[in-house]
């Protein structure tokens, strides 16, 4: 294909296989397009075809594979998408990314080389009656949802949080043939050459990225219960993360929130004292790998979600385990073997 030709203004960098989050966002931009169309467009080596035709399920009515030799980064893939759309698009389009490591570096390249609006970790997007695109998106640590405005004309780049829309049924239909074209990534920067890595604080990280989150509630009593867990949490190497409750008595910091009305935690370790485990609480720690919870109540929820429930104050359990965890670093230190 040469010149310009007048296509959906709507497409969908897909990533990698497919997944869900493509998905994801493939529905919205079909809302979007309407009554157009939506494409997706993606960018790799000649076998990433067959990964496109889940896609014609799911709203693409066009499909295009900018071709390269092997895997592209995340800047080639920017770039190329970002040529091939000001080469192929007359109008300004708007751009659907999900909201992943790999799509956020790619929307910010997309975002460059069309001069677009970027619009990162939105829930929704629609079109007002002016013409203009609105943009959902959380703010203030998810506590609020702010509308951004894109301006009726003006080309959008937006990346789509994985899971706040959901993946519609798929549906029967005509097949769509692949378009292919050599990708141009000329101008794309190099990779990045990584010298170190460094890593990050524990108390400072967001809980959405912690490894190890020690978690505590309204059972813990108060700011000194909170300090005790703190101590706890940092030869534990973990983020110190609690309940609505505790955030609501002011124990906590709010971005400290774990729950549907917080944060979605998915950490290896969950370690909970004095979380009663509300339907709301349990939902944001679903993705945790290994829960363990301390509570009084026989009945807290918390308990039959946890992998290992100790039925008990929770105080004497955090002492022995910060006597413990202290014991084994200074035998480590010492070059001993650290007792179990």
Excluded at 309 to 335: N, Y
Aim: proline content about 7%; hydrophobic content about 45%.
């Amino acid at each position: 294909m040469s010149g310009k030709q007048s296509l959906t203004p709507v497409w969908v960098v897909a990533e990698g296989a497919a997944g869900e989050a493509t998905l994801e966002a493939l529905g919205e931009a079909a809302e979007l397009a309407r009554p157009g169309v939506a494409g997706a467009v993606t960018v790799g080596p000649a076998e990433t075809r067959d990964t496109l035709a889940p896609l014609a399920r799911h709203g693409a009515a066009r499909l295009v594979l900018l071709r390269t030799p092997g895997a592209a980064s995340p800047a080639e893939v920017g770039c190329a998408v970002g040529a091939w759309l000001a080469d192929h698009s007359p109008d300004p389009v708007i751009a659907l990314l999900p909201h992943t490591r790999h799509g956020l570096e790619v929307a910010a390249h997309l975002a460059t080389r069309l001069d677009a609006a970027l619009a990162p970790d939105a829930v929704g997007a629609r079109r007002a009656a002016d013409g203009s695109l609105e943009v959902t998106r959380p703010a203030y640590g998810d506590r609020l949802y702010a509308t951004v405005r894109v301006p009726a004309g003006a080309a959008a780049v937006v990346t789509l949080r994985p899971g706040a829309l959901g993946v519609g049924p798929a549906r029967p239909g005509s097949a769509v043939t692949v378009e292919e074209e050599p990708a141009t990534i000329h101008g794309a920067p190099g990779p990045v050459r990584v010298r170190r890595v460094m890593a990050a604080d524990p108390r400072t990280i967001d809980l959405r990225d912690a490894e190890r989150i020690v978690a505590g509630g309204r059972g813990v009593g108060g700011p000194d219960g909170f300090r005790e867990l703190e101590v706890l949490a940092d030869l534990l190497g973990a983020a110190v993360g609690g309940s609505r409750v505790a955030v609501d008595l002011g124990w906590i910091p709010w971005e400290r929130q774990i729950g549907q009305s917080g944060r979605a935690v998915a950490p290896e370790l969950y370690l909970a004292f004095g979380i009663s485990g509300a339907s709301q609480h349990i939902a944001g720690i679903e993705r945790a790998r290994t829960v363990v919870a301390v509570n009084a109540d026989r009945g807290a929820p918390l308990l039959g979600r946890a992998q290992l429930a100790a039925l008990g104050d929770w105080r004497p359990v955090a002492e022995a385990l910060i006597e413990r965890l202290r014991q084994r670093k200074t035998s480590a230190a010492a070059g001993q073997t650290a007792p179990r």
